[in-house]
């Protein structure tokens, strides 16, 4: 990729980034950063790319990970606030007791622990579809796959989700 000037790749594809990481991340500052890791990113890898015309590509995986990479460490910031957050308002619409509204948080981290043992692909598609609230095809365009793809894994990962927790229960 030596014959191809930083400058003007940041300037052609700098929206088209921008809007990946947006689509992802859902916040504008956040998706800034993410674009500049991004092309920091590439260039530290510039020479590990072999066919120029997909330069485009290439940029749009690289973006794609780095902001659910980014997604997933604010969520580690955020967790302990946002699970107070969602036991306090459960507790406030539903009028749950104290119990019921410790067992949705253990049962909200145990999903998240249930999650995070499948293979990345599973677990991307799942964040975006009830982390962030993405349709399938959002999903779709975000991870520069098929929305074919994505139903594919969404079904996949509930498939192996329930085998987990089937497990646990056996056990």
Same mark, same amino acid.
């Given at each position: 990729?030596?014959?191809?000037?930083?400058?003007? !790749?940041?300037s052609?594809?700098?929206?088209?980034?921008?809007?990946?990481?947006?689509?992802?991340?859902?916040?504008?500052?956040?998706?800034?950063? +993410?674009?500049?890791?991004?092309?920091?990113?590439?260039?530290r890898?510039?020479?590990?790319?072999?066919?120029?015309?997909?330069?485009?590509?290439?940029?749009?995986?690289?973006?794609?990970r780095?902001?659910?990479?980014f997604?997933? +460490?604010?969520r580690?910031?955020?967790?302990? !606030?946002?699970?107070?957050?969602?036991l306090?308002?459960?507790?406030?619409?539903?009028?749950?007791?104290?119990?019921?509204?410790?067992?949705?948080?253990?049962?909200?981290?145990? +999903?998240?622990?249930?999650?995070?043992?499948?293979?990345?692909?599973?677990?991307d +598609?799942?964040?975006?579809?009830?982390?962030?609230?993405?349709?399938?095809?959002?999903i779709?365009?975000?991870?520069?796959?098929?929305?074919?793809?994505?139903?594919?894994?969404?079904?996949r990962a509930r498939q192996?989700l329930?085998?987990?927790?089937?497990?646990?229960?056996?056990?």
């Amino acid at each position: 990729m030596s014959g191809i000037d930083f400058s003007e !790749l940041y300037s052609l594809y700098y929206k088209r980034m921008f809007h990946i990481c947006y689509s992802i991340t859902r916040d504008r500052y956040l998706a800034e950063d +993410v674009v500049q890791e991004t092309f920091i990113k590439a260039l530290r890898k510039a020479d590990t790319i072999e066919d120029q015309t997909k330069v485009g590509a290439w940029l749009s995986v690289i973006a794609t990970r780095t902001a659910i990479d980014f997604v997933r +460490v604010e969520r580690k910031k955020k967790g302990i !606030l946002m699970e107070k957050a969602m036991l306090e308002s459960l507790g406030n619409e539903m009028k749950h007791n104290v119990e019921e509204e410790v067992e949705t948080g253990l049962m909200a981290e145990q +999903v998240n622990v249930a999650i995070q043992k499948l293979n990345h692909e599973y677990q991307d +598609v799942l964040w975006l579809k009830i982390g962030r609230g993405l349709k399938e095809h959002e999903i779709a365009r975000a991870l520069d796959i098929k929305p074919s793809t994505v139903k594919t894994r969404i079904y996949r990962a509930r498939q192996q989700l329930k085998q987990l927790f089937l497990k646990q229960v056996s056990a």
